[in-house]
């Protein structure tokens, strides 16, 4: 027999109207009272049965209960419109604005959410828990008896948390007695009691257990938790074996108009003997829209201890040695049309063999600086921009023994430019610029004079951009650049170099193919006289030219690009003769985007050297991909070739071999990374939940770095293999 199509239709409960339909879905309005509406409800089903005298109906067949409060399906439900009492049996699905339960039977209380739930399964992402059976107690309040959670989205879960007797708080907390962890099927650890929060976690906790040449078996440990909400603090510590240990604090503070660092690390070295720590804190606020603060202190207690790294690519950080304290302050003011600013900075030197203290090296009270933008005239159509600058700063002393004397620097300085265009395709740019400088010491004598002089120098020059064909630019340019004679405007004749600093012409040729296809081509040729302590330094005319260069970048094919550039040199120096031989080569082939999960890239640099010396061959390889679904691999390899003849390269010396092995383990992750430099060999192990990565990514996160190697707090292994979240699958069957 064919169904009949269905058909809405309206029902008032009695004793007002009543209508009762078979097979068809309709509206059933829950009343209390006479005809007094209190709260709407949406049934629907196949089969309805309504009793106007007790205020029970009967849905059956993709039975549907819906009001403002939460959604109610199952196979057979029956509702209480006067308790707002339902009953719910097969394929139960509870939706309120807690989250989703579904179950094998239920009940349940749209007036009070509450209710009860046999054979449950709950979802509060990314968490899964389950139950045999479950009481809502409130809203997002349940009461678990024989049940557990995970994160796991697996049926069943590869780990799971269970419990006779627990409590959730949805999005809140998980609170659990007598409860044991469950590895697959195998019980792992029992405790009393346990608790966990379900919100996104707050702090962040990594332990790297690992090994380095240096510091034996090490375990590096950061802490970070937000004590604030626009603050976010790390504590670290580090076990070395053989160093000790070592101990710092890292607070990162943001506001709309302030935000800083503060990074310290203390260790007492037990290889050296000695106390090191260092003192980084770099802060800005701006106080009006217009004048901001920038200041800066950066400590070492000595020229070998380094907390500051450098990203050299691929992630792979190298540290740079500073020594002694230096702290810099100032303030800028940006007017309508230039920057005022205003600094003052101080730099102590630390050196062991010369001096058993820091002492200072340069200090600068005040440096002034005026900086224009180009500015146009009504009456005066050139673009003009000025620049003033005023310095008070100690001549830099590299022993203590050196006087700390102050030299005096004012200079003001005026660039005139105006691009002419002659046609769509010829643009003539005329430059001209004069600087006067004046100092209350005379440097370029062997002792100081207390008589103030000044220095002047002009820069001239042009450039004609001139586009040859559609796809083929040039550029001819020309600059000048000469000192004046003191407190004239006559070349300086008696200095080395005649008082011409820059006389030269360059040629550009740019080509464009395609849209990421680009040939550059250029040189350059000198005018200069020669020197009066080389009179036979352009002896040969090619001593002139500039070494001739040519970049190439080619797009093969999508996703694969071709990086090529040469620098020839047409003049040995040392020979003193015309050569035609490559001075640099270097490319690089790249398959992939550097910022996406696969990459490849082959690149090489050879440097050639005088005559005696082998030339310099460095090939780097950088390559991150997924060698199985599960598994990831990121690194970075560079060896520098030395030749046995000529370029006979057959010994390869290792600079750089860093990998980071990463390891989907389904609602787990483990990172593994292997680091061999010169002279430091180092390997981390770092495992947790996908749960818990997720939650360590907010705007305080940053790299925090040891002193002795590479320490990453997140290396962004959430995005290479996401957290998941549990999909809504059938609740567990009842026990027989």
Sequence with gaps: MKKKAPVASPLIPAPCFFRFLTFTPFFLLIASGFCETVQTSTATGQTIQYDGLTGIAIVQGNAKVQNSTGTLTADKITVDSFSKQGEAQGNVTLIDSSGTLKGSSATYNWQTSTGAVTNAMGISPPWRFTANRLNAVGPGVYQLYDGGFTSCDENPPHYEMRSQRAQIVVGKRATMYDSRFVLGDTPTFWTPY??????????????????????????????????????????????????????????????????????????????????????????????????????????????????????????????????????????????????????????????????????????????????????????????????????????????????????????????????????????????????????????????????????????????????????????????????????????????????????????????SIGRNTRVTVGSGYDFRQAPFSNPDQYKHVSARVSPPFLDLQYEVMRDVTLYFRETYSVFDQFSQNSIRYPLNTSGEIQFGNGIDPTFFSQGFSFTKTPPGQDASLLLTNKFKFYLTPRWYIDAFISYNAVPTNRIDYRRFLPVEKTISVVRDLHCWLLRMTFSDRPGRREAYFYVDLKANLSAQNNIFTSNGLSMYGDRTMEKGEGQIFPQTVPPPVAPPPPPK
Excluded: C, M
């Design 194 to 511: 346990y608790t966990r929060t379900l919100k996104p976690r707050k702090y962040s906790l990594l332990i790297e257990p690992g090994q380095s040449a240096r510091d034996g078996t090490t375990v590096r440990t950061i802490f970070g938790y937000p004590f604030s909400d626009n603050t976010y603090t790390k504590i670290k510590w580090d076990y070395l074996q053989n160093t000790g240990d070592g101990i710092g604090i890292e607070h990162h503070y943001g506001l709309p108009n302030v935000n800083g660092d503060l990074d310290t690390y203390y260790i007492r070295d037990l290889l050296t003997g000695t106390r090191r720590e260092s003192i980084f804190w770099n802060h800005y606020q701006k106080f009006t829209p217009r004048l901001t603060l920038h200041s800066r202190v950066d400590y070492k207690s000595d020229q070998d201890f380094s907390n500051d790294f450098r990203d050299t690519g691929n992630q792979v950080p190298i540290e740079n040695q500073v020594s002694g304290l230096l702290s810099e302050s100032g303030f800028s003011y940006q007017l309508p049309k230039a920057t005022l600013q205003a600094d003052i900075n101080r730099h102590d030197r630390f050196d062991n063999t010369l001096s058993s203290h820091a002492f200072i090296s340069q200090l600068t009270l005040p440096s002034l600086s005026l900086n224009t933008i180009p500015l146009i005239w009504k009456k005066f159509p050139v673009y003009t921009s000025f620049t003033g600058t005023f310095l008070n700063q100690t001549i830099e002393r590299t022993t203590p023994d050196q006087s700390l004397a102050y030299q005096r620097t004012a200079a003001l300085g005026a660039q005139l430019k105006k691009d002419i265009r002659f046609n769509r395709a010829t643009t003539l740019t005329p430059r001209l610029g004069y600087t006067e400088t004046w100092q209350n010491r005379d440097l370029s004598s062997t002792t100081f004079s207390a008589d103030p002089f000044f220095a002047g120098r002009y820069s001239t020059g042009l450039d004609l951009r001139r586009r040859l064909t559609r796809s083929l630019d040039s550029t001819f340019s020309y600059n000048r650049v000469a000192r004046l004679k003191r407190n004239g405007f006559n070349s300086d004749s008696v200095a080395d170099d005649h008082g011409i600093e820059t006389n030269s012409v360059s040629l550009t040729l740019y080509r």
